[in-house]
């Protein structure tokens, strides 16, 4: 069999390759615990994820090539419009309304980083994506239309879930002026969440967690990635690119909770 072509995108997975219509990666512990969500999303009807294949005779997961376009850092300005973020919103709440009543297998194991590999903080409402970083969208037609990359998946909260999204679209993670992209550099992030919030429909008792809740995860995503740098040599590297960036938006996203928590509550 060919060697396939090598994929890189958004992970931190070393020998993900693509042969034909499928992507085969190394098996790790929660492989298999993913393979089970993404088939109750297929049976679900939610088309906008990878197909669970099994595992090839090398010992690698087999999954679905999903066809389309992602958006490396920094975004470019087709990657930056509202309606992105209304089309994902949407996808966010159909995976979501797939995601309900599946309950994992017994022993599931959950992937994550070095510093909270398996850590399930919340109350769970749900198993959801949690990782929506640009390279973990596909878009077709100028538009997010699937995900990929679930290897963060694990029971969460519908308001984590959503704080995630917003963490790398709205984008909170880039609030600083300092660290925005161009494509962003002007952009009403306030705004932007009321957006989303619209799109996706959420309620008036998530709109009034979620600014709160965004800037306790920020204060985590910067005690993880810290962390995660003292235990494996890859996140170290990061942790050194962005550790400046990470703080500044966790000291922003503070800052602008009433600013968002406002947005929420007033008409785009």
């Given at each position: 069999?060919?060697?396939?072509?090598?994929?890189?995108?958004?992970?931190?997975?070393?020998?993900?390759?693509?042969?034909?219509?499928?992507?085969?990666?190394?098996?790790?512990?929660?492989?298999?615990?993913?393979?089970?969500?993404?088939?109750?999303?297929?049976?679900?009807?939610?088309?906008?994820?990878?197909?669970?294949?099994?595992?090839?005779?090398?010992?690698?997961?087999?999954?679905?090539?999903?066809?389309?376009?992602?958006?490396?850092?920094?975004?470019?300005?087709?990657?930056?419009?509202?309606?992105?973020?209304?089309?994902?919103?949407?996808?966010?709440?159909?995976?979501?309304?797939?995601?309900?009543?599946?309950?994992?297998?017994?022993?599931?194991?959950?992937?994550?980083?070095?510093?909270?590999?398996?850590?399930?903080?919340?109350?769970?409402?749900?198993?959801?994506?949690?990782?929506?970083?640009?390279?973990?969208v596909?878009?077709?037609?100028?538009?997010?239309?699937?995900?990929?990359?679930?290897?963060?998946?694990?029971?969460?909260?519908?308001v984590?879930?959503?704080?995630?999204?917003?963490?790398?679209?709205?984008?909170?993670?880039?609030?600083?002026?300092?660290?925005?992209?161009?494509?962003?550099?002007?952009?009403?992030?306030?705004?932007?969440?009321?957006?989303?919030?619209?799109?996706?429909g959420?309620?008036?008792?998530?709109?009034?967690?979620?600014?709160?809740?965004?800037?306790?995860?920020?204060?985590?995503?910067?005690?993880?990635?810290?962390?995660?740098?003292?235990?494996?040599?890859?996140?170290?590297?990061?942790?050194?690119?962005?550790?400046?960036?990470?703080?500044?938006?966790?000291?922003?996203?503070?800052?602008?909770?009433?600013?968002?928590?406002?947005?929420?509550?007033?008409?785009?």
């Amino acid at each position: 069999m060919s060697e396939g072509e090598p994929l890189t995108g958004g992970s931190d997975t070393q020998g993900i390759v693509r042969i034909g219509d499928t992507v085969r990666r190394p098996l790790r512990p929660f492989s298999l615990t993913v393979q089970a969500y993404l088939a109750h999303l297929r049976d679900a009807g939610f088309a906008g994820a990878p197909l669970p294949l099994g595992v090839d005779e090398q010992g690698r997961e087999v999954l679905s090539f999903v066809h389309g376009d992602v958006h490396g850092w920094p975004p470019p300005p087709e990657a930056a419009g509202e309606d992105v973020l209304v089309a994902l919103a949407r996808l966010i709440r159909a995976l979501h309304e797939a995601s309900a009543g599946w309950v994992p297998p017994p022993g599931a194991v959950w992937g994550g980083s070095p510093a909270n590999s398996g850590r399930v903080t919340e109350r769970p409402e749900l198993v959801s994506h949690r990782d929506y970083a640009l390279g973990n969208v596909v878009f077709r037609d100028g538009l997010p239309a699937a995900l990929i990359d679930f290897d963060l998946a694990k029971p969460t909260t519908l308001v984590y879930d959503i704080a995630n999204a917003l963490w790398f679209w709205a984008p909170l993670k880039w609030g600083d002026p300092r660290d925005r992209p161009p494509a962003l550099a002007d952009a009403d992030i306030p705004h932007r969440v009321a957006v989303f919030a619209d799109a996706y429909g959420m309620t008036a008792g998530q709109r009034a967690e979620l600014a709160p809740l965004v800037a306790g995860i920020a204060r985590r995503y910067h005690e993880d990635s810290r962390a995660s740098a003292e235990l494996n040599p890859v996140w170290r590297e990061a942790w050194e690119e962005g550790r400046h960036t990470l703080s500044r938006a966790e000291a922003w996203a503070s800052k602008m909770a009433p600013a968002i928590t406002a947005s929420l509550i007033q008409p785009t």
